[in-house]
Structure formats: C-alpha cells, structure tokens
Nanobody, 123 residues
Framework: QVQLVESGGGSVQAGGSLRLSCVAS????????MAWFRQTPGKEREGVAA???????IYADSVKGRFTISRDNAKNTLYLQMNALKPEDTAMYYC?????????????????WGPGTQVTVSS
C-alpha cells in the first residue's frame, strides 16, 4: 500500500482557483495510476480526474475544461489545478491510487485513499 495525504483545500469565491496536492509515501516515484474524487454529505463519491504513469488523463464531464490533473513522479506528488470554480464544486476532495493501470473514475477500482481536503466555493 501507499499512503496519501492531500492539501491545498480552502474557501474561495465562485470563479476563483485552487490547486490541490497529494503527497505519496512511495520513495521510488508515483508509479501508480492516480485519481481525484470528491464527495458531499449524503451523496456518493464522484470521480473527478485520473492520470496514469504514461500521463494519459481522463476527466469527468462536469470539470472538463476547468480542472487539470498532473503528476510529478520525482516529488511523489499529484496535483489538481481547479479554475473557474463553481458552488457545485464544493466537496471533500480525495486522492486515490492503484498499482494497476485502472484508468478509471470508479471509486471501487482504487485501493489507496487519502483522508481528504475540503473545498468550499461560495457564490
């Protein structure tokens, strides 16, 4: 297993930007498929974006064109740049990883999860 810790969440007004980071415990780089998910109370966890070791990416339709996922394997860090934020983006954001190339936005495909970081967007 790999241990993950998110950071960068906070409160921002609609139209603003935030950059989330996820640091992994691996000491040989991020040799995992990585993803971001989000969840609000009473709702199911929603896939946001995923990136594999070859830098191939997928995005949820709701964030396409506004969010960018990237990784720096040398720093064992995953990023999510969030621009043009909307109130509906408000959620707890989670970093996830899997040793296999699942290339998926389905939560059950991932075996490793961080504790989350809160993002709140006000109108």
């Amino acid at each position: 297993q790999v241990q993950l810790v998110e950071s960068g969440g906070g409160s921002v007004q609609a139209g603003g930007s935030l950059r989330l980071s996820c640091v992994a415990s691996a000491d040989t780089g991020l040799n995992y498929c990585m993803a971001w998910f989000r969840q609000t109370p009473g709702k199911e966890r929603e896939g946001v974006a995923a990136i594999d070791v070859d830098d191939s990416v997928i995005y949820a339709d709701s964030v396409k064109g506004r969010f960018t996922i990237s990784r720096d394997n040398a720093k064992n860090t995953l990023y999510l740049q969030m621009n043009a934020l909307k109130p509906e983006d408000t959620a707890m954001y989670y970093c996830a990883a899997d040793i296999t190339s699942v290339r998926s936005l389905v939560p059950s495909e991932y075996d490793n999860w961080g504790p989350g970081t809160q993002v709140t967007v006000s109108s």
